[in-house]
């Protein structure tokens, strides 16, 4: 979710926002977890609504849950960057 404000803090409706992920980062203890999806955003873009809300859904990824597994970790863990990028199309400027 990203909010879009003017100079003055009101919200701006219909700017587009741009989503995009940087790359997952994984604790390995003692191991890397087993990853069986990457992190992913269901949409890379959205349009600020009348509360300036631009919202895009995220899927945060997962790990195997197979306990036989030769390096299943009960307590893997991992994360990603979220951007956000806006340029301002209502005033033309970036």
Request: glycine share 8%; net charge negative; hydrophobic share 35%.
């Amino acid at each position: 979710m990203a909010k879009v404000i003017d100079d003055n803090g009101n919200p701006v409706e219909g700017e587009t926002v741009t989503f995009s992920l940087g790359t997952p980062v994984y604790e390995a203890t003692p191991y890397p977890p087993i990853v069986t999806m990457d992190p992913e955003l269901v949409n890379s873009t959205a349009v600020t609504n009348s509360d300036g809300f631009a919202i895009v859904n995220f899927n945060p990824g997962a790990f195997s849950l197979n306990w036989t597994d030769s390096f299943y970790d009960d307590t893997a863990s991992g994360s990603v960057t979220a951007y956000a990028h806006w340029e301002n199309v209502t005033r033309g400027s970036p």
